[in-house]
Nanobody, 123 residues
Framework: QVQLVESGGGLVQAGGSLRLSCAAS????????MGWFRQAPGKEREFVAS????????YYADSVKGRFTISRDNAKNTVYLQMNSLKPEDTAVYYC????????????????WGQGTQVTVSS
């Protein structure tokens, strides 16, 4: 079992930045690939970014490529999502998730989830 807790959400103006954190506890964090997803009101949960257990591989949704950066610190059991040049359409609840192997972009393929953190971008 892996427990995940997100933090760092908030209200920001368009063009601003936020850094989300996801702290993991339980089983060995370093063996898991991690992903960030988001869900806006009335929409399905969508993939944002993922990172392999050793940070060798990252992958981004086209909508955030060049603006968001995923990273992890296995010594701190934490994964991050640096979000720059935020847009109102980035407004959503952001979730981190874990699975044993890297490469999945479907929410159904992830085994563990946090409770989410709200990000609101005002225009």
């Amino acid at each position: 079992q892996v427990q995940l807790v997100e933090s760092g959400g908030g209200l920001v103006q368009a063009g601003g930045s936020l850094r989300l954190s996801c702290a993991a506890s339980g089983r060995t964090f370093s063996v898991y690939a991690m992903g960030w997803f988001r869900q806006a009101p009335g929409k399905e949960r969508e993939f944002v970014a993922s990172i392999s257990w050793d940070s060798a591989y990252t992958y981004y949704a086209d909508s955030v490529k060049g603006r968001f950066t995923i990273s992890r610190d296995n010594a701190k059991n934490t994964v991050y999502l640096q979000m720059n040049s935020l847009k109102p359409e980035d407004t959503a609840v952001y979730y981190c998730a874990a699975r044993r192997t890297w490469g999945a972009i479907s929410a159904d393929d992830y085994d563990y989830w946090g409770q989410g953190t709200q990000v609101t971008v005002s225009s």
